[in-house]
Each structure stands twice: as C-alpha cells, then as structure tokens.
C-alpha cells in the first residue's frame, strides 16, 4: 500500500511561485509513474506533470509548460511540483497520483488518465489572485 501526502498549497498572487510536495510513504517499486493532477471548480481533472522514478522522465501539460518542473528526491521519497509565473488560472485544487509503470506506461512517458493511477493524495489548495 501507498500513501501520499501533498503539502505547500496557498494563496499567492499572480507571477509569484510555490513548490508543492508529496511525501510517500509506504511499498514504491523502482518503476512507478507519479502525476500532479489539478482540478478547479466545474473543470476536468488535468494533468500537469508527471515522473517516472525508474530514469526521471518529465512530462509537461501545454498549459504549464516552461513554468512548471517536477523533481524528485529519493533520499525522501517526495516528488515536487515547482510552480513559477503563477496565472489566475492555475488556481486549482492540486493532486498527487501514483501508479506502477504497467498501468500508465505510453512507451516513453506516462500517461495523465486519472483512471490509470491507483493511488491518490487528499490534495492541497492553490489560490492565485490577479
């Protein structure tokens, strides 16, 4: 069993940064892909960026892309989310997913189907005001 627990979640104004956190704990094989999902009120569930902990392959969203990294630190088995340039329309409630590679896997990065992930955070807030 896997728990993940996200933090570093608030309100910030618009052009600013956060970096969100999502401590696991619990059994992680070497090869599981790991999601940051967000979602905001009457939207789709989206997925930002995702990690794959068996080589740290990246994959980014269009509408994130070059303001967001994923990052991951093994020592404390926590992956990052790394928001800069903050829009008001990233306000969302922010999600960690994880699942084993076999489930997500597209041949070169995983997938962002919320079906697909197994494991899930309580999610933490982001507000950002323009």
């Known amino acids: 069993q896997v728990q993940l627990v996200e933090s570093g979640g608030g309100s910030v104004q618009a052009g600013g940064s956060l970096r969100l956190s999502c401590a696991a704990s619990?059994?992680?094989?070497?090869?599981?892909?790991m999601v940051w999902f967000r979602q905001a009120p009457g939207k789709e569930r989206e997925g930002v960026g995702t990690?794959?902990?068996?080589?740290?392959?990246?994959y980014y969203a269009d509408s994130v892309k070059g303001r967001v990294t994923v990052s991951h630190d093994n020592a404390k088995n926590t992956v990052y989310l790394q928001m800069n340039s903050l829009k008001s329309e990233d306000t969302a409630m922010y999600f960690c997913?994880?699942?084993?590679?076999?489930?997500?896997?597209?041949?070169?990065?995983?997938?962002?189907?919320?079906?697909?992930?197994?494991?899930w955070g309580q999610g933490t807030q982001v507000t950002v005001s323009s």
């Open positions: 990690f794959f902990t068996n080589g740290g392959i990246t």
């Open positions: 619990g059994y992680i094989r070497s090869s599981y892909c």
């Open positions: 997913a994880a699942t084993p590679q076999w489930r997500a896997w597209n041949g070169g990065s995983c997938r962002t189907s919320a079906d697909e992930y197994v494991y």
